[in-house]
């Protein structure tokens, strides 16, 4: 009864646009730094959300407040002070741009930095790129093909507007707000990210893909992404992160769900390449970020992730296999250099009848970073005839460097079967001189060597992504031979 | 071509070369022989430019450049070539990305652009046919899984491929069965020419047999202590090394 009630209020608001607006001072595209429910009633006015949204918001609050941040990981950095965080800025400029040509020229360096450029990305036009700056997107390209086929690619500001049933429907449902400290934090405070919806029967016909930036100073970055395949469709989704030179620690949580219904796949590559602060990892960002899929009958996600950046990386990319026969796949390439520290994995979690699933982990450690590699497979009392193999293979560039690995298997179901492989090495003094002795120099034979340890990993990821990667690993070992 | 004067070098404090000389002239064929721990393999790291080797003492021309001031990959694409006596297996490289990157970086450093795909497909076929090399091997990382006799293969296939001035074959006879000695050998017959030298680093004289040398050095404690003809070698495998030994303390 008392949930019906509380139902009919909400379904009244709901209706209405915000009455309350948000009568205090701010009048700037950016919120005062602190977070409280009033900082959050201003994000949900700002983004002219829904009253369900914005109670959401609030519950994820009202829980966040009461938990408290993990200690578990094996890192050592000094934890936020979320109250000195601003939660909300708007990029300067404002209008949604009809053409790349619109395009800040700064926001196209950094892209140039990656190695593709806008005009080369529209050329090759297998991609269509939803930028997202500073928590606002500011270019979307091809959505009108896309459009045809009634593919959904648009930012999550938008999709709460056209799509809100969609939204509604999946949002929380794989990563809860409760989930935990991080994820209750982005679901009260996210500003912006990316949304996906492939009908039924739908193959996406291009690799849809999404590059955040951190731009403005003091900004946490709360992206939520949601990507939800109808039954029977197929989508290759890319995300590629890079941000620019910063001072101070910036706080990166965001949350990505994916949700693959019967016989859907979902492909989910990641390049990630935030600010990893300077020599002594100051200045870098924190990312944590929680990812998780819901792989239902005979469905299949796949997660393919190249890390080279962050001070400190939290991230455990994971897959619910609840559908029977369902795939869950993980291809993880981890670099830390200098003061880095990661703490990095999967979770695979076997519910239904003949679920399989893949890990493949290669962690590089150079510099004095500290690289681990924590992964969960647990195979549920009701997962007959599950499978998992794991192989976690560790490399050392320098003798100041750690790799680390925490495998927690649990298996419940005396039909499974699971294997899990590792080993650790020191990047052979042999192998550099003999590519040196070929006339191949110390830079190139250390990304030689390198890509070579990593190539199962990269050649899950597309062509020009994976190009791309190759030279992201390059770059960031420069120098650490040692 | 290569000029060693009183070159005196150190491992971890223990000194291994002692004053080595040797002058190899263009075209010659040197053959280096001499007992386990005599200093052969130090030499021919001393040369390529390995950094654990300290050297103590006396100097190494290479076509009028000081190589000792080299670093190991700017003697590589100078022209000097190292065959290791035990091949390095670097997973997930392919021998031919491998070697590509080998052929530029020597092209970068004479100011020529890369080498363009088709061109360096056709040197691929040509260079594989000199010792039998087939189109698995190239492809595959390079050394990882091959026989002993495929990594010996693949050296001389990589030495064929870069075209160096000056080869050192480091005991790349060891391992081999009399078939791929054949093959190897024939492939390095097949290279020799008036400009290029070879510096054979052996312990039997059965590889000589195939690869005739000019001159035959003997290497005993960190010093050649004897240089003669092909026919020293003969003379070696009849008598054995501790001939040599008496006659020195003689």
């Known amino acids: ?60 609050f009202a829980v966040w407040q009461t938990m408290e941040e993990p200690n578990w990981p094996h890192l050592n950095y000094e934890k936020p002070n979320y109250q000195a965080i601003s939660y909300y800025a708007a990029p300067k400029q404002k209008k949604q741009l009809n053409s790349m040509d619109e395009v800040d020229p700064e926001l196209r360096r950094t892209m140039d930095k990656l190695g593709i450029s806008l005009e080369e990305q529209k050329r090759l036009s297998g991609v269509a790129v939803d930028f997202v700056m500073d928590s606002v997107s500011v270019a979307t390209s091809f959505k009108d093909k896309l459009a045809e ?83 029977g469709s197929y989508v290759s989704y890319l995300e590629g992160c890079t941000a620019p030179q910063r001072d101070e620690n910036q706080l990166h949580a965001a949350v990505v769900e994916l949700v693959a219904l019967d016989e859907a ?97 290669k962690g590089i450690s150079a510099g004095n970073s500290h690289n681990s590699y924590r992964g969960l497979v647990q195979i549920m009392s009701s997962a007959a005839n599950a499978r998992n193999f794991s192989q976690c293979d560790s490399l050392l560039m320098t003798n100041t460097s750690g790799a680390h690995t925490f495998p927690y298997v649990e298996v419940k179901n005396p039909t499974a079967q699971v294997e899990h492989e590792a080993t650790t090495s020191k990047i052979g003094e042999d192998q550099i001189f003999y590519c040196l002795q070929r006339g191949i120099d110390a830079e190139q034979a250390i990304s030689l060597i390198v890509n070579g340890y990593a190539k199962e990993v990269l050649n899950q990821l597309p062509m020009e992504f994976a190009v791309e990667a190759q030279k992201l690993l390059s770059i960031s070992l420069e120098g650490s031979v040692g | 071509m290569l000029k060693i004067n009183e070159l005196k070098a150190s491992v971890e404090e223990a000194s291994i070369l002692k004053g080595l000389s040797l002058t190899i002239n263009p075209g010659e064929v040197h053959a280096i ?35 000792l001031e080299m670093d190991a990959t700017e003697r590589a694409r100078a022209g000097l070539f190292l065959a290791f006596q035990y091949p390095v297996e670097i997973p997930g490289v392919s021998n031919i990305n491998f070697m590509r990157a080998a052929v530029n970086g020597k092209r970068e450093h004479e100011g020529r652009e890369p080498i363009k795909g088709k061109a360096f497909l056709d040197m691929v076929k040509e260079k594989a046919q000199l010792v039998e090399l087939d189109g698995r091997l190239r492809n595959r990382s390079v050394n990882e899984g091959f026989s002993g006799g495929e990594k010996k293969r693949n050296e001389i296939f990589q030495m064929a491929m870069l ?88």
């Open chain 2, 163 to 250: 075209e160096p001035k000056f080869a050192i074959l480091d005991e790349t006879d060891s391992g081999l069965d009399i078939d791929a000695l054949r093959i190897v050998s024939e492939g390095v017959n097949a290279m020799r020419s008036p400009e290029r030298s070879f510096l054979v680093i052996t312990h039997y004289q059965r590889l000589l047999d195939y690869i005739v040398p000019d001159f035959v050095h003997v290497l005993v404690d960190g010093r050649i202590v004897r240089s003669g003809g092909k026919d020293l070698a003969f003379e070696l495998e009849e008598k054995g090394y501790d001939w040599i030994k008496e006659d020195i303390v003689a």
């Open chain 1, 265 to 361: 796949e979902i492909k989910y590559s990641t390049v990630q390449n935030w600010y990893p602060g300077d020599e002594n990892g100051k200045g870098g960002v924190y990312n944590f970020v929680t990812k998780r899929g819901i792989c239902h009958r005979r469905s299949k996600i796949s997660w393919t992730q190249v890390e080279t950046g962050s001070a400190v990386t939290w991230k455990y990319p994971s897959c619910i296999l609840k559908g029977d026969h369902s795939v869950g796949e993980f291809y993880s390439v981890a670099v830390t250099n200098n003061a880095q520290q990661a703490d990095t994995g999967t979770k695979m979690i076997h519910l239904g009848k003949n679920t399989h699933s893949t890990i493949i982990s």
């Open chain 1, 149 to 231: 086929l009634g593919i959904i690619f648009c930012s999550m500001s938008e999709a709460v507007k056209e799509h809100p049933e969609l939204v509604r429907k999946h949002l929380g449902t794989v990563v809860p707000t409760r989930d935990n400290f991080f994820s209750a934090l982005n679901s009260a405070v996210f500003t912006d990210g990316s949304f996906c919806y492939i009908p039924k029967g739908v193959r996406c016909p291009m690799e849809l893909s999404t590059y955040f930036r951190i731009n403005e100073s003091g900004t946490g970055q709360f992206e939520r992404t949601l990507v939800v395949a109808d039954e």
């Open chain 2, 33 to 67: 022989m001499g007992p386990n721990g005599s200093g052969k393999s130090t030499l021919a790291s001393v040369l390529a430019g390995r950094e654990e080797y300290e050297i103590e003492g006396g100097s190494v021309d290479f076509d009028g450049a000081d190589l």
């Open chain 1, 1 to 60: 009864m008392a949930y019906d009630g509380k139902d009919k209020v909400l379904e009244e608001v709901t209706g209405k646009s915000y009455e309350f607006g948000f009568t205090t001072e701010i009048e700037s595209e950016k919120a005062p730094a602190g977070l409280s429910e009033d900082i959050i009633r201003f994000i949900s006015a700002k983004k002219e959300e829904p009253e369900w949204l914005l109670q959401w918001r609030l519950e994820a």
